[in-house]
């Protein structure tokens, strides 16, 4: 699902108490939402890269900084993130794990299907 507050709106009125009350887990314009704006994204990916394989993608803002928002980015296929000064060294790290953990998944994926072939 998305929706369509003013961020300025919401976070002065009614978004703080949402997040405090669990109706969001987050603020989505802190911490992207991943199954309503983050399925949008993905599929834009796609789509995008399906015409024009070598499209660059990626966020800027406050997403650009976040490293939950970061690492789903990157499992979509983002090419970068943009992001205040002050919020690079979380980004490059976030970055960095993400990067690392997807290597690592296909590390594995890759030992256990020679394993199951030579067994």
Do not use: W
Not at 69 to 84: D, L, P, Q, R
Not at 95 to 108: H, P, T, V
């Amino acid at each position: 699902m998305t929706f369509g507050y003013s961020r300025d709106d919401a976070e002065r009125s009614f978004l703080v108490r949402y997040v405090e009350e669990g109706i969001l887990p987050k603020n989505p314009f802190q911490t992207l939402d991943q199954d309503g704006v983050g399925k949008l994204m993905k599929m834009a990916v796609s789509a995008g890269r399906e015409t024009r394989p070598s499209l660059e993608v990626g966020i800027c803002g406050e997403h650009g900084g976040d490293p939950a928002s970061i690492a789903f980015c990157y499992s979509i296929g983002n090419n970068y993130v943009s992001c205040s000064p002050f919020r690079v060294p979380v980004a490059r790290l976030a970055a960095a794990q993400a990067a690392l953990d997807k290597d690592l998944a296909s590390a594995r994926k890759e030992a256990l299907k020679a394993y199951k072939a030579n067994h």
